[in-house]
């Protein structure tokens, strides 16, 4: 066989591999952020928690 056949060869095994974990891992990444998004909107509230001039500016 020729030597450049055996280059792409080795190339294959490598590099398939390892494109296929990276697009795993975006996809893993992604679906974490998405997931932290919605429980984020769900636990936080919609206003500010208390009527606007409850508190004195100081008082923080």
Same mark, same amino acid.
């Given at each position: 066989?020729? %030597?450049?056949?055996?280059?792409?060869?080795?190339?294959?095994?490598?590099?398939?591999?390892?494109?296929?974990?990276?697009?795993? %891992?975006?996809?893993?990444?992604?679906?974490?952020?998405?997931?932290?998004?919605?429980?984020?909107?769900? /636990?936080?509230?919609?206003?500010?928690?208390?009527?606007?001039?409850?508190?004195?500016?100081? /008082?923080?």
């Amino acid at each position: 066989m020729h %030597q450049s056949y055996f280059s792409l060869l080795d190339m294959a095994i490598v590099g398939v591999p390892v494109f296929v974990i990276g697009i795993w %891992q975006l996809v893993s990444i992604n679906r974490e952020i998405a997931k932290d998004e919605a429980s984020r909107e769900d /636990d936080s509230p919609k206003g500010s928690g208390h009527p606007v001039g409850e508190h004195r500016l100081d /008082d923080r």
